[in-house]
């Protein structure tokens, strides 16, 4: 369905910030000021009725409730003997921004009364007016990840499932549960996070903590000892072993579960270092198998040769059965003869 859209131009001072904005600070200013100042506005905001149905809204010039026109403009009015300025104009309230909450905050220190507008009349509930700021920041990459948390929890609130979400603001549902888990941070973690003394990855490795235990760990932020105090609360002992384990843990899972991908310039030595651990690790009989696959003598050798031929030698020799063998071949672009064929239809 076609976003039921308007471009008009409205009062500034008609125009309010979104009360579910899940931006904290506009940040810096003064550039886009004094470009709008010297150029007029250029990117229209998006905004949204902000009282929309209702029958009444609120004069921008003195303040009063007046009875609002089917047309969204407000009733004339009289204030102090004469007629308000604001007669017949949008009330103050009744447009929300969507996109453009730092655009229209340098609006007004640029002195602007009037600005071009996209309205939006189709995004009737707070859930999708949210969703709409939550896909425009993103889009040009504006949001912290405890800002998009905030505005992924108001979300969900607002009755949405983490999967819709994912759907609406066109972001991964593991991205989506990720940033929600910051929400369960302490006061203290959050508070780092959101001025910046702790990055995304310390955060979410406090993630699951109590606050007290996070609040220990977090004494060593910014020092080598950190993640093993993370991983020494975690765990709840003080065994070097075991907490050496859970750093390896929560390195590799991320790897392991898909979730992250090794760098590429890492992985020849990571395949390398693979094919060296199987050729010490398994059995003698398989490795010289193996070793005869690839034409050397020694396990040692393993080390020197390509990776790849190395790993897809050894898939050939612990593969037994024929239908797996070509399975194998097949990504190679392998054809199987009509004899091959006959021999795996038989099989």
């Not at 929300?96 to 009364?113: K, M, S, T």
């Not at 905030?150 to 607002?158: F, I, K, N, P, Q």
């Not at 020494?232 to 859970?246: K, Y």
């Amino acid at each position: 369905m076609e976003p039921q859209v308007n471009a008009r131009v409205v009062p500034l001072r008609s125009i309010q910030p979104h009360p579910h904005n899940p931006r904290f600070d506009l940040g810096d200013l003064a550039d886009l000021t004094a470009d709008i100042r010297d150029n007029g506005l250029i990117e229209p905001l998006v905004v949204v009725p902000g009282t929309f149905g209702k029958r009444s809204g609120t004069c921008g010039d003195c303040g009063t409730t007046v009875p609002r026109h089917t047309s969204g403009v407000i009733g004339e009015h009289i204030a102090d003997g004469a007629l308000c300025p604001g007669s017949a104009e949008a009330a103050a309230d009744d447009w929300f921004v969507i996109a453009g909450h730092r655009r229209r905050e340098a609006a007004l220190r640029a002195g602007l009364e009037l600005v071009p507008c996209v309205t939006r009349f189709d995004l009737r509930s707070e859930a999708e007016q949210v969703a709409l700021m939550m896909r425009e920041n993103y889009h040009r990459r504006d949001l912290t990840p405890l800002e998009e948390a905030t505005g992924y929890d108001l979300l969900r609130e607002l009755g949405w499932t983490a999967t819709r979400i994912a759907q609406q603001v066109k972001r991964s549902k593991k991205t989506i549960d990720r940033r929600l888990a910051l929400k369960g941070l302490s006061d203290r973690a959050q508070r780092k996070l959101r001025q910046g003394l702790i990055t995304l990855q310390d955060a979410e490795a406090l993630v699951g903590l109590d606050p007290e235990k996070a609040d220990r760990a977090l004494r060593s932020i910014g020092t080598p000892e950190f993640r093993q105090d993370v991983a020494r609360e975690q765990a709840g002992t003080d065994d070097r072993n075991v907490i050496a384990h859970r750093l390896r843990s929560d390195f590799l899972d991320p790897f392991l579960n898909g979730s992250q991908r090794p760098p590429r310039q890492a992985l020849p030595t990571v395949r390398r270092e693979v094919v060296t651990t199987l050729a010490n690790r398994l059995p003698r009989r398989t490795v010289s198998r193996w070793l005869d696959a690839l034409g050397v003598s020694e396990p040692m050798a393993v080390h020197e040769l390509d990776p790849d031929r190395a790993l897809l030698a050894l898939a050939v020799t612990i593969e037994t059965d024929h239908a797996g063998l070509y399975d194998l071949l097949h990504p190679l672009g392998y054809e199987p003869s009509p004899v091959e064929i006959e021999l795996l239809e038989g099989a």
